[in-house]
């Protein structure tokens, strides 16, 4: 079974993230502090035949608060700037928004093209196990089975394969009977999408809020019933997000498994009375 854990790049840049931003604050915290105890600027310009200049910008410009903050200011955009040029701190940043300012990470045809690979690779896959080929193989597989959640489990594990080498994506999952998922460890969150996704019939993915928060996982859920018992099917992972596509493509992959089943079972019954 396949699982995907935080590498140490995502530990790398999740330091490199934490050392930015205490730098950052520090520099913030230094310019507030000198701007509270600088002091005040005396006025030495001669009022009479002085010049716009010298009764406008001269004051300001040597103004002590005003050249600390275009100094601090200087700081922070340095400080920005260096962050931008660090890979591993936006190795998934599409986008930065400083102030006024917008950064653009990633190119958008190069993301358009690969979001359009993945969600042709997807749904290639639920049109693969739709040929009679695959059914076949499938029923092959499964006509000595006798509990249905051993069907589940086959083509999960068959989807988590085609994942793992089609899109290098991972993921772990659990196939269990309610009573069982009732009692799991699983986020309170996911326990509450439970009815949702049984009376929907489709997947329901549960994302994380923050993907920098490699300690917690995505979730895709799904509910299948058979002959009056229901089973969870829990797909989990840390870094990939679980999308609408996932949702077909599971929960359909998901019904063909118990239809390819309840053949099997049909074909083994046929073969009993032949003998």
């Not at 995907?4 to 934490?18: C, F, G, N, S």
Request: zero cysteines; aromatic letters at 14%; proline letters at 3%.
């Amino acid at each position: 079974m396949g699982s995907e854990y935080p590498t140490q790049k995502d530990w790398l840049r999740i330091a490199v993230l934490t050392v930015y931003s205490i730098v950052f604050f520090l520099i913030v915290a230094s310019a507030v502090w000198q701007l509270a105890t600088v002091s005040p600027a005396s006025s030495s310009s001669n009022a009479s035949g002085s010049t716009i200049t010298d009764l406008v910008v001269r004051p300001i410009v040597e103004n002590p608060r005003v050249q600390i903050i275009f100094e601090y200011i200087f700081y922070l955009l340095v400080w920005l700037f260096l962050f931008l040029l660090f890979p591993v701190a936006f190795s998934r940043l599409k986008r930065l928004k400083f102030f006024q300012f917008e950064f653009e990470i990633e190119e958008k045809e190069k993301h358009v093209i690969e979001v359009l690979n993945v969600t042709t690779s997807k749904t290639a896959l639920l049109s693969k196990f739709a040929t009679d080929k695959e059914e076949v193989q499938f029923i092959r597989e499964v006509q000595h089975m006798t509990d249905v959640k051993e069907a589940l489990q086959l083509m999960t594990e068959k989807i988590q394969d085609y994942y793992e080498q089609q899109l290098g994506m991972m993921f772990e999952y659990e196939v269990v009977t309610k009573e069982e998922f009732e009692q799991s460890h699983v986020p309170r969150v996911v326990k509450k999408s439970y009815p949702l996704a049984k009376e929907s019939h489709e997947a329901v993915p549960i994302n994380k809020d923050n993907l920098d928060q490699l300690y917690k996982r995505n979730f895709l859920l799904s509910v299948k019933t058979y002959e009056g018992q229901e089973y969870a099917i829990v797909l989990s992972n840390h870094l990939s997000v679980f999308d609408e596509y996932d949702m077909f493509v599971v929960s359909g992959l998901l019904s063909l498994a118990i239809k390819y089943f309840e053949r099997a079972n049909v074909l083994q019954f046929l073969r009993d009375l032949s003998q």
